[in-house]
């Protein structure tokens, strides 16, 4: 029988197996940020132990950083901590940092692909759980806890139980204005929030395949929210030419013998998954959710499930999440006031996002009640927007563009969303209070994001165009 593309690369790097036990597993690249790394270089340090392989380890500050005055010191006391300390220990240790200032600092799942860092075939870990992002090239990337963290650093392997393997087909053309945002959300609304739980999944079919780099990352990034173990896109043509000329990727020589390699991933035809599922992109409109996890999503014409509706073991916590929301069961979403836009995060960070939400903003002008914050993914990617003169395109539309980090995807920094007030978002997660305190959240992509920045509530861009 045929393997998987998740089997090939992960029996490629078994390092030991031992029957009841979990297999020893080799980790290709490994990247670390502030928030999960100074607990495990404190461990590495209590043991007297080095980094095992800091050329395997890359370092960036994102979660944070403030998104303004990069140059000036960090205001808020705890993020200014953990970020000196990342500059502490890595310094100590002697791995490679991206940090404030750095030409190629900006969010972790934004800089390894666009260095060219992440490569097809790999294990990559890191201690975030949108680590899964790493995947659209056709590895195996994970997030990972911090006491993991610190094994990887001191043996560059992690102890793994096989998953279980899904797969999730495509096919169709998408309709004007749907997006691989709107692809991810309708899909984990359709399979519920846990519907991936202990399962490494395979995105396929002709609508992936004819989707960018950049739209299969946002795909995978948001794997998670379904509670993958990992999500997958096998390589090819479109994978190859993007990698190509990055700083970090293979050259000459080394180029033809990865790409050999890279060729042989891919799912074999007569490769068993334990889960199939296949869905059509025609059913599939701007979606966004509406509650407090990101399962709970419809169609950007649809309106909110009836109370009747809800399986009884479900009725408190969807009641007690559309009470956070102010909601009403059974309501539409189209023109709800909304007072907020945040168009960033590592779900939709990249310039081919910006690029959208410019080409359509351009010659407009945002809504006099919302205020616009547009964070680009990396100091690459805000280089890109400002050569190519997105900056004066969303300066011009009374949007705020801002400089590199994770900012109001969670409320880590100075980036909050200020309570009671409705964000539409293209982060990954709409949790109670993720983007601050009492924040409430609406997912989408940067497009159904741009429509409502300049309609001021939430509308269908579809009309727009």
Known sequence: ???????????????????????????????IHEVTSPQAFDGLRKRNLPVFRTNKTRATADHNVPT????????????????????????EFGVELYGLGHQYQGIVHVIGPELGITLPGMT??????????????????????????????????????????MKIEINGKLGKGVTSKDIILYIITQISAAGANGYAVEFAGDTIRGLSMEARMTICNMSIEMGGRCGMIAPDQITFDYIQGREFAPKGADWDKALAYWKTLYSDADASFDKVYSFKAEDIEPWITYGTNPGMGIGITGSMPSLASIIDADKTSFKKSLDYMDLHPGDQLLGKKIDYVFIGSCTNSRIEDLRLVADFVKDKRKADDVEVWIIPGSKQVEKQAIAEGLDVIFKNAGFDLRE????????????????????????????EGRQGPGARTFLASPLTAAAAAVTGKIADVRILL
Request: aromatic share 8%.
């Open 1 to 31: 029988m045929g393997k998987t593309l998740f089997d090939k690369i992960y029996d490629a790097h078994v390092v030991h197996t031992q029957e009841g036990f979990p297999e020893v597993i080799y980790i290709n690249t490994h990247y």
């Open 68 to 91: 303004k005055d990069q140059h000036l010191p960090i205001k808020e006391a705890l993020s200014r901590l953990q970020v000196e300390m990342l500059t502490k220990n890595t310094s």
């Open 124 to 165: 990559i870990v890191c201690g975030d759980s949108h680590t899964s992002t790493h995947g659209a090239f056709g590895c195996i990337a994970f997030g990972i806890g911090t006491s993991e963290v610190e094994m990887v650093m001191a043996t560059q392997c992690i102890l793994q139980y096989r998953p279980k393997k």
């Open 404 to 431: 590199p980090g994770c900012s109001a995807c969670l409320g880590m920094n100075e980036d909050k969303v200020p309570a009671g007030k409705y964000c539409v978002s293209t982060s990954n997660r709409n949790f």
